[in-house]
């Protein structure tokens, strides 16, 4: 795992003092009125615009406290994720035989070289079946609470298997058709018994699910944020610095917290004003709670330049347009659009380096006569 998912709690002073340093004499975008100035007549101030919320200086405890790495999200106990279980889950990401027809893939709607999305408000599935709710990143998915937006998995290896089996996604109709296939391989079959050496029987729903899970992890994105964080003061630029201090001013790190700045908690989709025409009851779907009703998982905002569209519903396309709607929905505020820009620029420094050993397709073994065929039905 990279350096950012790492639990530390060091010192921050070069970055923290800087940010401080901004909140206390930086915040307004110009220059303060001197005592020499003439105050204007009543009759000359104009409409005022909506207030600014106010800033204060960071404290650099706090600021680790927000985005301190959240618990890895629930794995099997003790992950072994050696090199060989690595590179097998990587084959099994890419290939599109396990799926029904052998032509959807883990990638085919979280493509590793587009953010871990398919920029799709919802993905094609078998036959072109459209699913219901928006594809998330797969990049980071291992520091979040539970996957799926309403949360009904607890771990990376329960999420593997869903859209395995789900017939509008990859639609494989059993265990028996993914063994019989993978069996089939004689790279797969040598490649299962080096991921999985105390396994008598190394080809399993699991055994893919875990590989799968084990090659996921490796999936995250530092970014100029994290070098901010670590003490870099100038990985942000001045602009970025005041969009950080309004996203923490204005709450936003209320939900939008831990080391996926996201992806720790559930909320409920219009919090504060409601949202108009939410038709999916979110969480409440797998606990039957009325309390989780429009509760979805937050999801995280590390690369969230590049990876719209927004919401479960992938109802929005553009990043200002989501920053104003959460504002006014989840906040009850209404940002000016300079504090708007800045929010977007903060978060545009989320927008991390791509792990380049792991985007591209690796090759696959090739078939054999006893593979089963491609299946459209």
Wanted: overall charge neutral; aromatic content about 6%; some cysteine.
């Amino acid at each position: 795992m990279n350096d950012w998912t790492r639990n530390t709690m060091a010192p921050l002073p070069a970055a923290l003092v800087a940010l401080g340093l901004l909140a206390g004499a930086g915040c307004s975008r110009e220059a303060p009125v001197s005592a020499a100035t003439p105050v204007p007549a009543v009759a000359e101030v104009l409409p005022a615009d909506p207030p600014a919320p106010k800033r204060t200086p960071l404290d650099s405890a706090k600021l680790l406290l927000a985005f301190k790495p959240a618990p890895k999200a629930k794995a099997a106990p003790a992950p072994v994720d050696s090199e060989a279980r690595i590179a097998l889950g990587r084959m099994l990401f890419f290939d599109p035989r396990l799926s029904k027809n052998h032509d959807i893939s883990c990638n085919s709607c979280h493509g590793l070289d587009t953010f871990g999305v398919d920029n799709k408000p919802l993905s094609d599935g078998h036959r072109g079946q459209k699913g219901t709710r928006n594809s998330p990143t797969v990049y980071n998915a291992a520091g979040h609470i539970a996957q799926f937006w309403d949360g009904r998995a607890a771990s990376l290896e329960a999420q593997a298997e869903g859209p395995l089996f789900n017939p509008v996604e990859m639609a494989l109709p059993d265990d028996r058709r993914l063994v019989a296939t993978l069996a089939s391989i004689p790279e797969y079959q040598k490649r299962f018994r080096q991921a999985f050496p105390g396994e008598t029987q190394p080809i399993t729903r699991a055994t893919v699910t875990q590989a799968i899970a084990a090659f996921e992890r490796q999936l995250t994105t530092p970014s100029r944020f994290d070098a901010f964080l670590e003490g870099d003061a100038g990985a942000l630029t001045a602009q970025e610095r005041r969009g950080l201090e309004t996203f923490v001013a204005v709450g936003c790190t209320t939900c939008h917290n831990g080391g996926a700045v996201g992806g720790t908690s559930f909320q409920k989709l219009g919090l504060i004003e409601p949202w108009p025409h939410v038709a999916d009851a979110g969480r409440f779907e797998v606990t039957k709670d009325e309390e989780d009703l429009n509760k979805f998982r937050v999801p995280t905002l590390r690369n969230v330049e590049k990876t719209a569209p927004y919401l479960h519903s992938g109802s929005v396309q553009a990043l200002p347009e989501m920053v104003r709607l959460m504002a006014r929905h989840q906040l009850g505020q209404a940002l000016p659009e300079p504090d708007v820009e800045d929010v977007v620029a903060f978060l545009k420094s989320l927008t991390g380096a791509l792990p380049q050993q792991y985007i591209s397709a690796p090759e696959l073994p090739k078939s054999t006569p006893r593979t089963p065929k491609p299946d459209p039905s």
